[in-house]
Structure formats: C-alpha cells, structure tokens
C-alpha cells in the first residue's frame, strides 16, 4: 500500500516561525514519529512526503537518521493541502491502485490504525478513520444563533488515514479544481463526487497536533507510551 503524508503547510495556529513538523517532541521532530508510524504498519510499503522544497534538505537528514527500511521520496508541496494531496497523488507510482492520506501532524496514529486502513480498502473504495464526538455539536447561524442540533449518535470527528482508489480520487481532485471546491479533507471531495466513504474506527489519542496546547498532550501520550 503506498501512503501520501502532507507535509508542506506553515503552522500558522502553532505560531512557530517554520513548519510545526520540524519541531520537538520527546526530542524527535514530530514528522519523525508520524514516519516511525508508518515504518512499522506492516502493510505499508511505500512513503511519498510532500513537503515545501525550503523543508527537503531538514527532512532528508531527518529520513536518513531515522534508517527507513521504506522506499521514502519527497513530492513538491502546494499552497493549500488540498493542492499538496493532488501534487502527491500525480506523483504516485503507476503501479499504486489504492493510496492512504496520513496527515504529517497526525503524529501520534499507532501502525495498527495504518494496517486497519489498508486491509478495509480492499472492501471500500472511499473510509476514513474516525471516532464519535463527545460533545453535543451545535449549527450556528451567522450571528451565532444556534439553529439545530445535530443528533449526536450520528457525529464522527474525521482523522485520517484517508484511504481511496487512486484514479476516482484524482478524478474528484481534477473536479474540485473545475468547480473551485474548497475542502480540508479528501473524503469530502470524495462525497461531493457523489462516491461513499465508509468510517473505521479511529483512536481517541489520533489528534492533530495544531497548536501549542496539542504539542504538550502529544510530549505526554508519547512519554505514557515508553
Ligand atoms: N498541509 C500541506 N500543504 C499545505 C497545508 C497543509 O501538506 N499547503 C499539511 C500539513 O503539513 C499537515 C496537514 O496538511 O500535516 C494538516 O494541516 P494543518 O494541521 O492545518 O497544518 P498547517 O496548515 O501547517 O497548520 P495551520 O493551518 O495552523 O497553518
Ligand atoms: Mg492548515
């Protein structure tokens, strides 16, 4: 299974002046453990990173450091992720029928997450993993008056791995630029194409590392891990 890890965003809600993906956590840059990862799903057998070419040189060091047993290459990143996800899926190998999406910041995802995603694609042309929202979600109009209330049991807080049929994603890729979609994930240009995505259990401890408060709760998991 070969396997996209956007890359290439700035961390704007982290702050930092460079790609939150180069910083520390438990002394490794948080790439190197969504690279560990990925290095341990057994059915993984191929990481394309896409990434900004002003990042290729740290990320370069930080592959040969970590020995990958992976063939790893590096793919031009975009100024949105959805254009870096395009970028990297025209850059896939022919031969890649099916591809799972791993957000970069989604540092914590354990190898089995990975393997559990690539053994449902083979059933599903579209999934995603998820977990249930805890909360009690409210639509809001724009003055922030609460227009319903979604039933809860039919709430799921999408994470990736995203994992899809190489040519209907591109194909939902090459539309959503015809119609000037605006999405933050692949599954809802998938959805919009009219294509079901099914859901597999994701983790509670999946969390995108996003701001400095998430970067903290990762230090943790990681060092509960040890
Ligand atoms: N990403 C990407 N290309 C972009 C923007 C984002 O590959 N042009 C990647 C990020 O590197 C990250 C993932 O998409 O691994 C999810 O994005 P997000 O958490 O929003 O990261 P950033 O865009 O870097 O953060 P922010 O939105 O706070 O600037
Ligand atoms: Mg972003």
Request: proline content about 4%.
């Amino acid at each position: 299974m070969h396997l996209l890890i956007p890359a290439a965003g700035m961390g704007r809600r982290m702050g930092s002046d460079r790609n939150k993906l180069l910083l520390l956590v438990r002394s490794q840059p948080i790439i190197s453990w969504t690279l560990k990862a990925a290095e341990g799903a057994s059915l993984i057998s191929w990481i394309g990173i896409i990434a900004s070419p002003t990042d290729w040189q740290d990320l370069q060091t930080i592959i040969q450091k970590q020995k990958l047993t992976k063939p790893v290459e590096l793919i031009e990143g975009g100024s949105t992720r959805q254009e870096s996800v395009y970028n990297g899926l025209l850059a896939l190998p022919s031969a890649a029928e099916q591809v799972l999406i791993h957000d970069g910041a989604r540092c914590l995802a354990t190898p089995d997450l990975f393997d559990a995603c690539a053994l449902s694609i083979r059933h599903h042309s579209g999934l995603i993993a998820a977990i249930p929202v805890k909360d009690t979600i409210k639509v809001v109009d724009e003055n922030g008056i609460i227009q319903t209330t979604p039933d809860r049991r039919r709430l799921y807080a999408a994470q990736t791995p995203q994992g899809f049929d190489v040519k209907l994603l591109k194909q939902c890729h090459a539309e959503g630029v015809r119609q000037g979609w605006e999405v933050t994930d692949d599954a809802a240009l998938f959805e919009k194409c009219g294509y079901s995505v099914a859901i597999v259990q994701g983790e509670e401890t999946n969390l995108k590392v996003t701001t400095p408060q998430d970067l903290a709760i990762a230090e943790f998991i990681l060092k509960e891990r040890e």
